[in-house]
């Protein structure tokens, strides 16, 4: 047996990471290695990894973001041409209470190319951190014009 098919019977529920190595790599090493690109390129990352990992409903999203540990994702409203989603965790709200700025391009990119390729059309992501209220909602918003081939 290979060490790659041993590796994905790794359950990865069992494990945990610490906040403070989430946070390192997240607040620290990728701004200092993108630099004041950081938030657009990490909407880009976001819609690479969506491309990656394609899924079907908002139920196979909402365990993607809790297994990823970007927080709990609700759908918040919905209409014609656009989606509010709010995600939090205790790490989100923390993070939102203790810093000035905070960027969640990757989760708005990762749910704005989920939705691009379930409903067929270009979709965009903004991002609203509620500091406040610890959360993050984002909106989704698509033209039935813009259709994908």
């Given at each position: 047996?290979?060490e790659?098919?041993?590796?994905?019977?790794i359950s990865?529920?069992?494990y945990?990471?610490?906040?403070?190595g989430y946070?390192?790599?997240?607040e620290?090493?990728?701004?200092?290695?993108l630099?004041?690109?950081t938030?657009?390129?990490?909407?880009?990352?976001g819609?690479?990894?969506a491309?990656?990992?394609?899924?079907?409903?908002?139920?196979?999203?909402?365990?993607f973001?809790h297994?990823?540990?970007?927080?709990?994702?609700?759908?918040?409203?919905?209409?014609?041409?656009?989606?509010?989603?709010e995600?939090?965790?205790?790490?989100?709200?923390?993070?939102?209470k203790?810093?000035?700025?905070?960027?969640?391009?990757?989760?708005?990119?990762f749910?704005?190319?989920?939705?691009?390729m379930?409903?067929?059309?270009?979709?965009?992501a903004?991002?609203h951190?509620r500091?406040?209220?610890g959360?993050v909602?984002?909106?989704i918003?698509?033209d039935?014009?813009?259709?994908?081939?």
């Open positions: 047996m290979s790659i098919s041993s590796a994905e019977k990865y529920n069992d945990h990471v610490p906040a403070f946070e390192l790599i997240r620290i090493l990728i701004p200092e290695l630099g004041k690109n938030p657009h390129l990490l909407y880009w990352a819609k690479s990894l491309r990656k990992f394609p899924l079907d409903t908002f139920e196979q999203i909402a365990d973001f297994q990823a540990a970007w927080g709990s994702l609700e759908t918040k409203n919905e209409n014609n041409n656009e989606i509010e989603f995600f939090t965790s205790e790490l989100i709200s923390h993070q939102l203790q810093k000035k700025e905070m960027s969640f391009q990757l989760e708005a990119g749910l704005a190319q989920q939705y691009e379930q409903k067929k059309v270009i979709c965009e903004f991002e951190p500091k406040k209220g959360k909602q984002i909106t918003k698509w039935k014009k813009d259709v994908i081939e």
